[in-house]
């Protein structure tokens, strides 16, 4: 069959199907595919027959032949078995994609299918999904009146010209019909390629059984990192979904600060409750950085940073590095203590680079020590990193023992709303 255009399976959707002798089998219902492949090709062609009672046979794709619209099937009537059922755990095209909602990974958001594109090759093949207006007319069978009538109104409509498809490899399904277990193409360390504010809206375009399933479906460090993404609001309404266990956990991986900010945002019913589940160390961490006030250094600082003793060498200080990459916010910065965990100064990754892999990271360190108290005021502590440019200051007690860091992305999280509100003021009539 040579092979001239695309085809759309709402085309496809009704048309007859005939057996060897020219006999009509029954009608095109849906098609099985493989998911497993780049672009899926068709393994099942699903016919329906009967009119009260509709019966149903499946025929692999091996056995039909395609042409310009006319489907036959090699063998005759007597050989199909009609059944009242379709097979529940084959991908299917018309129960599993069209109305469904999927994720673009492309333009990063939701999107609901119309329609789907397909390669008229043997076996054929998705290519795309149709999100347009049209791809919804055309399976309604309007297409044809539609298109005459904007035709006549507006000759150059968009409408009649702009094609909506979206490519199958961008494409990543998030669920199935609303009585079958959800199914989840969607991997977490694909949504961590989608910046922060695109994942949050897409996030919440998904309704409350997918946004679930798509946090099962990862690991619970990968979970941490997605969910730090999603501003407050959003991850109180995702927590409302998850079970007791599943909130500790993921508390539990997430970087103090975030997790600070929200056991502060909750009732503290609540806080207490996952703080009395959770691993005493990490308790008692998180239950003095809630002591602080959110407009301090101790309120805002996170405890994932690299602290280094000053008796190593500057190899050590690196292979140190390469250990703990997974574990830290920022790993341009490293500060040396003594045995006692006092702050001795501050070191870069780009000193300890440039330096000889004998030497003391005391040679590497910063001559005057920058740091804050754990009751220094934000806005000083932004005074001082715009002083020294820093983008991350060391945070001690009274004792000068280190307590964790605070970064400029901490700070601006603090400030923006601030002076955005102050704008707002300024520009009120």
């Given at each position: 069959?040579?092979?001239?255009?695309?085809?759309?399976?709402?085309?496809?959707?009704?048309?007859?199907?005939?057996?060897?002798?020219?006999?009509?089998?029954?009608?095109?219902?849906?098609?099985?595919?493989?998911?497993?492949?780049?672009?899926?090709?068709?393994?099942?062609?699903?016919?329906?027959?009967?009119?009260?009672?509709?019966?149903y046979a499946e025929i692999p794709w091996s056995e039909v032949t395609s042409t310009e619209g006319l489907f036959r099937i090699k063998?005759?009537?007597?050989?199909?078995?009609?059944?009242?059922?379709?097979?529940?755990?084959?991908?299917?095209?018309?129960?599993?994609?069209?109305?469904?909602?999927?994720?673009?990974?492309?333009?990063?958001?939701?999107?609901?299918?119309?329609?789907?594109?397909?390669?008229?090759?043997?076996?054929?093949?998705?290519?795309?999904?149709?999100?347009?207006?049209?791809?919804?007319?055309?399976?309604?069978?309007?297409?044809?009146?539609?298109?005459?009538?904007?035709?006549?109104?507006?000759?150059?409509?968009?409408?009649?010209?702009?094609?909506?498809?979206?490519?199958?490899?961008?494409?990543?399904?998030?669920?199935?019909?609303?009585?079958?277990?959800?199914?989840?193409?969607?991997?977490?360390?694909?949504?961590?390629?989608?910046?922060?504010?695109?994942?949050?809206?897409?996030?919440?375009?998904?309704?409350?059984?997918?946004?679930?399933?798509?946090?099962?479906?990862?690991?619970?460090?990968?979970?941490?990192?997605?969910?730090?993404?999603?501003?407050?609001?959003?991850?109180?309404?995702?927590?409302?979904?998850?079970?007791?266990?599943?909130?500790?956990?993921?508390?539990?991986?997430?970087?103090?600060?975030?997790?600070?900010?929200?056991?502060?945002?909750?009732?503290?019913?609540?806080?207490?409750?996952?703080?009395?589940?959770?691993?005493?160390?990490?308790?008692?961490?998180?239950?003095?950085?809630?002591?602080?006030?959110?407009?301090?250094?101790?309120?805002?600082?996170?405890?994932?940073?690299?602290?280094?003793?000053?008796?190593?060498?500057?190899?050590?200080?690196?292979?140190?590095?390469?250990?703990?990459?997974?574990?830290?916010?920022?790993?341009?910065?490293?500060?040396?203590?003594?045995?006692?965990?006092?702050?001795?100064?501050?070191?870069?990754?780009?000193?300890?680079?440039?330096?000889?892999?004998?030497?003391?990271?005391?040679?590497?360190?910063?001559?005057?020590?920058?740091?804050?108290?754990?009751?220094?005021?934000?806005?000083?502590?932004?005074?001082?990193?715009?002083?020294?440019?820093?983008?991350?200051?060391?945070?001690?007690?009274?004792?000068?023992?280190?307590?964790?860091?605070?970064?400029?992305?901490?700070?601006?999280?603090?400030?923006?709303?601030?002076?955005?509100?102050?704008?707002?003021?300024?520009?009120?009539?």
């Amino acid at each position: 069959m040579k092979v001239t255009q695309f085809t759309y399976f709402a085309d496809w959707m009704g048309m007859p199907v005939f057996d060897r002798n020219n006999k009509i089998l029954g009608r095109v219902f849906d098609l099985f595919i493989n998911t497993q492949e780049t672009y899926p090709p068709v393994t099942t062609l699903v016919i329906q027959r009967g009119r009260l009672r509709h019966v149903y046979a499946e025929i692999p794709w091996s056995e039909v032949t395609s042409t310009e619209g006319l489907f036959r099937i090699k063998n005759a009537l007597s050989h199909l078995n009609f059944k009242p059922t379709i097979n529940t755990e084959a991908f299917r095209v018309r129960r599993d994609i069209l109305d469904q909602q999927v994720v673009d990974l492309h333009n990063h958001k939701v999107i609901r299918v119309n329609d789907v594109h397909m390669l008229p090759v043997t076996p054929p093949r998705i290519v795309h999904v149709d999100i347009g207006t049209r791809g919804l007319i055309r399976r309604l069978g309007w297409e044809n009146i539609v298109d005459r009538l904007i035709h006549l109104i507006k000759p150059q409509a968009a409408y009649l010209r702009d094609e909506h498809l979206v490519s199958w490899k961008y494409v990543k399904t998030v669920s199935t019909d609303p009585l079958q277990p959800i199914q989840m193409d969607l991997t977490a360390r694909q949504l961590e390629s989608i910046p922060p504010a695109d994942l949050g809206d897409l996030i919440m375009d998904l309704d409350v059984r997918q946004r679930v399933a798509l946090f099962r479906t990862a690991d619970v460090q990968q979970r941490a990192r997605l969910f730090e993404r999603l501003d407050f609001e959003q991850q109180e309404q995702l927590l409302e979904h998850l079970n007791t266990r599943e909130a500790v956990d993921l508390l539990s991986k997430m970087s103090a600060d975030e997790a600070v900010d929200l056991l502060g945002g909750m009732a503290s019913e609540q806080s207490r409750q996952l703080l009395a589940l959770m691993e005493s160390s990490r308790a008692r961490r998180l239950s003095q950085l809630l002591g602080y006030e959110d407009d301090e250094a101790g309120g805002l600082m996170t405890t994932e940073y690299l602290e280094v003793p000053e008796t190593y060498a500057v190899y050590q200080a690196l292979d140190l590095v390469k250990d703990k990459i997974p574990q830290l916010v920022t790993i341009y910065y490293l500060y040396v203590v003594n045995e006692s965990k006092k702050l001795i100064g501050s070191t870069t990754l780009r000193s300890l680079i440039g330096a000889s892999p004998r030497d003391s990271v005391m040679q590497t360190i910063f001559p005057k020590p920058v740091f804050v108290y754990t009751h220094t005021p934000i806005k000083e502590v932004a005074f001082l990193m715009e002083k020294y440019k820093v983008s991350a200051l060391p945070v001690v007690n009274k004792e000068k023992i280190l307590q964790g860091i605070i970064t400029v992305d901490d700070v601006l999280h603090h400030v923006i709303p601030i002076a955005w509100r102050r704008r707002s003021r300024k520009t009120q009539p």
